[in-house]
């Protein structure tokens, strides 16, 4: 796995739950590594282990860990960059589920060797899609809910997103658009403030 999922990993407990957390988790997942190092590769076996320590540290499912992490990854202000880099998929979010199709190909443009999951947005009408997430790693597709949720939030639209289990070994998440302007969302500016 790319360090930069573990360290992502990593910063998600830190930033919510504390060090200590964190160093607990590490403990219980048995694995030496305290700080993960970005740029380096780890075996899968550890990101399983993390993941697994982490559900049993705060005593919910996988599932619920793995969609914190997704919304972590677009909302915490230590990871606005991503946030960003996201909202430039387009101007609504029906613009934006059409722009994930590109989105492992844009991730390899600022990080060669970064793995994502492959993403593929069927769309049934207007208002329903599937979207299906074909990853290595089964259960990134939670992950992929809290992006999603947190995104509808952001462009200020109100959805109903449903893991509806794997086919085939792929992922495939049910998005129901129920408004596109339920709520004003969050301002967005294609340049960066400074502070």
């Known amino acids: 796995m790319h360090g930069l999922i573990n360290r992502a990993i990593q910063c998600f407990v830190r930033d919510s739950y504390g060090q200590r957390r964190w160093v607990d988790v590490t403990r219980m997942a048995g694995v ?35 969609e914190d992490l997704g919304t972590y ?36 443009l ?3 060797d970064l793995s994502i999951p492959e993403l593929e947005l069927e769309e049934h009408c207007p208002e329903k899609f599937s979207l299906r997430c074909t990853y290595d790693y089964n259960g990134f597709g939670h992950v992929i809910i809290g992006v999603l949720r947190t995104m509808a939030d952001d462009y200020g639209a109100l959805v109903f997103l449903e893991h509806s289990g794997v086919e ?28």
Do not use: C, K, W
């Open 32 to 66: 030496e590594v305290i700080d993960f190092e970005a740029m380096l590769h780890y075996d899968d076996s550890t990101t399983s282990a993390l993941i697994n320590a982490i559900s049993n540290s705060l005593r919910v499912p996988q599932e619920a860990v793995l």
């Open 73 to 108: 990854l677009v909302s915490h202000p230590n990871v606005e960059a991503l946030r960003r880099l996201l909202r430039f998929g387009g101007v609504n979010f029906v613009e934006f589920l059409h722009s994930l199709d590109d989105l492992p190909e844009r991730a390899r």
């Open 110 to 112: 600022a990080v060669n």
């Open 168 to 195: 085939d070994g792929v992922e495939v998440i049910d998005i129901t658009l129920i408004e596109t302007a339920f709520a004003s969302g969050r301002d967005f500016d294609l340049g960066a403030r400074a502070e």
